[in-house]
């Protein structure tokens, strides 16, 4: 059975060993951290301040998917408005060794349930990459739906210009 927890410091290393080259480093984190590889200090850095505690308490919540073989995924949630109406999810992995087998649209399901059962919002949004199909099919599974943007959001990553996708789920 697949459950949501709150990140722990000790999470990074097994989530960064998910990330098996530049690529899938940039589809992951899009241009979020400026130089690949990073260590599990600097996914820490991004997620903690200097206490161990969450850098944004009530505005920013990194978890951990896990089951009884351990973890199996990870993805943050973040407010995106004053209102606390409208949360975003980032940095969603699965383990590289379980994708296909609908771990991560449990673990959308689950996270989708926090965020309008617990946190209450009205919408929940993320964007993917167009050069990211899997990831696409999978927020599509979800239960996200392609969200109309007034302009088309791009990242050079590698060399080239990607598109990115904007999704959301609505209460």
């Known amino acids: 059975m697949l459950r949501l927890r709150p990140y722990k410091p000790c ?30 200090n600097d996914m820490n850095y991004k997620y903690m301040d200097c206490n161990g505690d969450c850098a944004e308490p009530d505005n920013f919540y990194p978890m951990t998917a896990f089951d009884d073989s351990g973890i199996v995924g990870h993805l943050i949630m973040r407010f995106t408005d004053a209102e606390k109406s409208t949360l975003r999810f980032g940095f969603v992995i ?14 959308l399901g689950l996270a989708l349930r926090f965020a309008f059962d617990i946190l209450k919002v009205q919408k929940v949004t993320l964007g993917v990459l167009e050069n990211n199909p899997g990831a696409y099919r999978c927020y599509k599974a979800a239960g996200f739906k392609d969200a109309p943007m007034d302009e088309p959001e791009y990242y050079h990553l590698m060399g080239e210009d990607v598109k990115c996708l904007e999704l959301e789920a609505i209460r």
Request: aromatic share 14%; proline share 5%.
């Open 11 to 40: 999470d990074a290393d097994t989530i960064l060993g998910w990330i098996k080259d530049e690529d899938a480093f940039r589809k992951w984190s899009t241009d979020r951290y400026p130089h690949y590889p990073i260590t599990a």
């Open 94 to 107: 699965v383990d590289d060794s379980k994708r296909g087998m609908g771990y991560g649209k449990q673990m």
